[in-house]
């Protein structure tokens, strides 16, 4: 797919923040219409992925669909942020991460909840799960919680349990992302579909929740700023950034 990046400079005045499955990935023709939307403005949209993929999955997937690259990528939920034109691994943010971290603890705390396997990952930057359903998740957290040991937990899709480190989460990884690249008064907005993107959908930006939204987002209150859109997926993005910046 074309489109024409040019904002790999600071400081980034106009930004689409996304999740990727589900949300910029799903609908091949809306993903056109909204790169053709951007690509007819005058002023260039930056691309922030925002993904729960490992950096080499979402690597396949932004190659597999033909995405354009991103600016700024952020990976394994919010664990770890890549910048730059060789998008290399922003340090400071995974220093923040291991600080209390204790991957191991997690995994220990998981053993013997029936209904909770283990995802195969290449790195612990986070613990995750699937889950047969919301009980085991439930037990995990509360096992987490009652042993005070340090984490996010989000739970998504019905299925997938991510144990971050605390601090962690799409929606702190954006922040810290807009903070160090993003000019005040910048033009944002943050497009999601499912759990782990909650916290990002409402960390105080111009949000769209696609049409095509998993259930756990339907619980989230209407508010000024959160668009609900009636098309899925990208079709919904560009719904949502024409409702906000025409
Ligand atoms: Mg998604």
């Known amino acids: 797919m074309t489109y024409t990046r040019c904002c790999t400079v600071r400081k980034i005045r106009r930004l689409l923040a996304t999740d990727l499955d589900g949300t910029f990935v ?3 023709d809306g993903l056109r219409e909204l ?6 403005l005058q002023e260039p949209v930056a691309l922030v992925y925002v993904t729960g993929r490992h950096r080499k999955s979402a690597d396949g997937l932004i190659r597999e669909e033909g995405l354009p690259a991103p600016d700024i990528l952020i990976t394994d939920v919010g664990t770890a942020v890549f910048t730059g034109p060789g998008l290399e691994e922003d340090e400071v ?51 987490l919680s009652g042993e005070s040991i340090p ?25 810290y992302v807009l903070g160090q690249y993003v000019e005040a008064g910048a033009e944002i907005l943050v497009a999601g579909d499912s759990g782990n993107d909650r916290d990002m959908l409402l ?8 049409s095509n939204a998993q259930p756990e987002l339907a619980e989230i209150a209407a508010r000024e700023g959160l668009f609900r859109a009636t098309r899925p997926c990208a079709g919904g993005i560009l719904e949502a950034w024409r409702h906000f910046y025409g």
Not at 99 to 111: L, N
Not at 154 to 163: A, E, K, M
Not at 203 to 208: C, D, K, M, N, Y
Request: hydrophobic share 35%; glycine share 12%.
């Open 26 to 28: 799903g609908d091949e």
């Open 35 to 40: 790169l053709r939307h951007y690509d007819s």
């Open 93 to 143: 943010w995974k220093e923040k991460m291991s600080g209390g971290w204790r991957p191991d603890a997690v995994a220990e705390a998981a053993r013997g909840i029936p209904g909770l396997s283990r995802q195969d990952l290449p790195d612990d930057r986070r613990v995750s799960f699937y889950s047969d359903g919301p009980a085991p998740a439930e037990a995990l957290h509360e096992r």
């Open 151 to 175: 984490h996010t937990f989000i739970f998504s899709s019905g299925r997938d349990v991510d144990i971050l480190p605390e601090g962690g989460g799409k929606g702190e990884a954006l922040r």
């Open 203 to 210: 960390i105080g930006h111009p949000a769209v929740i696609v």
